[in-house]
Structures are given as C-alpha cells and as structure tokens.
C-alpha cells in the first residue's frame, strides 16, 4: 500500500537557518505529494503541492520538489522565522475518492 | 481558496452522553469529506471517508456505531459521538475536497472534545 515516511522531529532551529525536512513515499501508481503545516491548536493548511515528476511547490519561502527518481518530496526554506513554528505533514493521494496518506508529522521549533 | 468550517471548535461533556460536531465546506460543494483524529503530539488517524448521500465508509478498528457519519448534503457532514467516555476525548479534524482541485483536501480547524 502507499505510505509516507518523513524525518523525526523535533527540529529545533535558530532563525534565520535553513530548513530541511525529508520527506519520501511508497506509492503504487503516480501520486500527488502534499505538505500541510498545522500550527498549535489548529487544524491542517495546504502549504504547497506538486502533481507530477518534477513539479516544484512553493509558498511563503518554502519548496519541495517531486523527485520521482529518488521518490522524495522534501520540505526546504532558506531562512525559517519564529512564526514557521508549527508541525509539518507530508501527504500523498492517487486517486479522487481515497484519502490522504500522511507521515508521522515533523514538530519544527524555531528559536529566535 | 476554499473554505472548511467545523462546529464546535471545543465542547465539553458528561460521560454517557452524545456529541454532534458538524463540518461545512463553505464555498465549494464537497462529494467526500473525511474525518480524523488526532491525539496530542501524534499524525492524523483517518476514521472515516463520507460520501454525500450515502453510508460512510470506516476504517478498521473504529466503531461505526459509536461514531456516527451522516453527510446529508455537499456542505455538510456530520459526526456524532454516541454515549461518549473520557477516551473518546480528543481532536477531531473534518476535511472536504474539492472536486475541481486535484485531489487537494481543505481541513476544518478542528474540535477539541473533552469527555468527563
């Protein structure tokens, strides 16, 4: 079955550092990989999404690239800031009527 | 972009009684939306997918009985929780997915149940 595996957190950063957060799938057709932030006590926002082999998502300053080569899909911003503190999921779905797959979550601590 | 509201965004009750939480898609109209739970710290769990106009479909080990799905039209889905104990509390998570997307799924902000 399809599944997604992502780093272990926490991640604790200092801001302005970069920010890498791995991300890869097993995926039995030609998924589309999401990731969706979620910040203390609220639910799941889209943060960007790519559809196929190597599709580039972007928004607020992070990337993640469709690697359908190496199947990974990794989170990456430049500079992160306090306010990027939040859980971070990678998600997959291949189909229009099955449910997202997500990983474990990666809790992201960005100190200032 | 699309909009996904969830009520009650918290709720506390007794043991033994019910708990209706409702998620809405505001402005698109939702064929299948889903329902999560998440404990503290941990990923989502998918319990159910809802269908509009039809039974929900659950995932193994949840109790159809106990957690009642009705998605009586495209905006709306409901979860019921019957007969709750305090290991029922939890955050509960509605997501809606919009039909002209590519299988995005737009998420509730969650309800927070506390079960006494």
């Known amino acids: 079955g399809n599944s997604v595996t992502q780093m272990e957190g926490p991640v604790t950063l200092s801001e302005e550092a970069f920010l890498t957060i791995n991300c890869t799938y097993t995926?039995?057709?030609?998924?589309?990989l999401f990731w969706y932030v979620q910040y203390p006590g609220e639910g799941l926002q889209l943060l960007l999404k790519?559809?196929?082999?190597?599709d580039k998502g972007s928004n607020k300053g992070f990337e993640a690239t469709y690697r359908k080569e190496t199947t990974s899909f990794h989170l990456e911003k430049g500079s992160v800031q306090v306010s990027d503190s939040a859980v971070y999921f990678c998600a997959l779905v291949d189909s229009g009527n099955t449910p997202l797959v997500f990983g474990k979550g990666t809790r992201l601590s960005v100190i200032a | 972009g699309a909009v996904v509201s969830q009520h009650p965004s918290w709720v506390i009750c007794k043991s033994g009684t019910s708990v209706k939480i409702e998620c809405r898609s505001l402005?698109?109209?939702?064929?299948?939306m889903f329902w999560y739970r998440q404990f503290p710290k941990q990923s989502l769990m998918l319990m159910a997918t809802?269908?509009?106009?039809?039974?929900?479909?659950?995932e193994q080990g949840v109790e159809k009985d106990k957690f009642l799905i009705n998605h009586a039209s495209l905006t709306l889905s409901t979860l019921t929780v019957t007969s709750a104990h305090p290991e029922d509390s939890s955050f509960y998570i509605c997501s809606a997915r919009d039909p002209s997307g590519r299988y995005e799924q737009y998420f509730g902000p969650g309800t927070r149940l506390t079960v006494t």
């Open positions: 995926a039995t057709g030609y998924p589309s």
């Open positions: 809802s269908n509009e106009g039809s039974k929900a479909t659950y």
């Open positions: 402005d698109f109209q939702a064929t299948t």
């Open positions: 790519a559809t196929k082999a190597d």
